[in-house]
């Protein structure tokens, strides 16, 4: 006599929620912070790294070349691209920090030696790291995150883990409404893109993040 297959028992009001751990990324940090101060950067090849900013490095060029003009910082929008330093022809030590998406294109990437980078990309801009600026978008980010999630795991300058498993909304989708929420949230107060992969733990969750880059959402059951 065949058996009948059981339906499965409902599931109690009280029981567990199923585990949901972000992990959010930003987009090439440190090369889009700089695309905010150099907006007319957008969609080029770009790599940081090298040596320090100091402040006069590009406005002492413009003050030289064009003597007649008033520049200071509030007109580094204005720097023609002509002004910005290039890969080509790069000798030293020094290595990348980040690029762009668009210098990743050609083969270059973080921790690249930059005369090799400048085999690859010549005509790459190259921009020194400005640590103090990208401290402070890495504060304004992480403080969006913990309004809308309080459980955050700080992982460094860039990325962050976050339980989404009780906060409101995280849920929803299995993450992806609540992770929209906070790329929204990012964009809108920054103007920076993020990426987030949400898992049932850490490990799946980092390697969630990457598969959609950049500002991808990756969700995994």
């Known amino acids: 006599m065949s058996q009948q297959p059981t339906a499965p028992a409902p599931s109690s009001p009280n029981s567990p929620r199923p585990r949901r751990i972000a992990h959010l990324d930003m987009d090439a940090f440190y090369a889009s912070v700089e695309l905010l101060r150099y907006p ?56 990348i920090t980040t690029a762009t998406y ?23 801009i190259l921009l020194p790291v400005d640590f103090d600026q990208y401290r402070h978008y890495s504060r304004r980010f992480k403080a969006i995150i913990t309004d809308i999630a309080p459980l955050m795991e700080d992982r460094g300058v860039d990325e962050v883990y976050i339980d989404f498993t009780d906060v409101p909304g995280g849920q929803r989708e299995s993450g992806r409404v609540l992770a929209r929420l906070m790329q929204k949230a990012i964009f809108d107060d920054t103007g920076l893109t993020c990426s987030v992969g949400v898992a049932p733990n850490k490990l799946l969750a980092k390697m969630a993040s990457e598969f959609n880059k950049p500002n991808g959402i990756s969700i995994v059951l």
């Open 102 to 124: 668009a210098a990743r294109q050609f083969g270059v990437g973080s921790a690249m030696g930059l005369m090799k980078a400048a085999k690859l990309c010549p005509q790459a």
């Open 40 to 95: 007319q950067l957008k969609g080029l090849p770009v790599v940081i790294g090298g040596g320090r900013r100091r402040e006069d490095d590009l406005l002492g060029r413009l003050r030289a070349a064009h003597p007649e003009q008033e520049w200071s910082s509030a007109h580094l929008h204005q720097i023609p691209l002509d002004f910005f330093p290039r890969l080509a022809g790069y000798t030293g030590r020094g290595v």
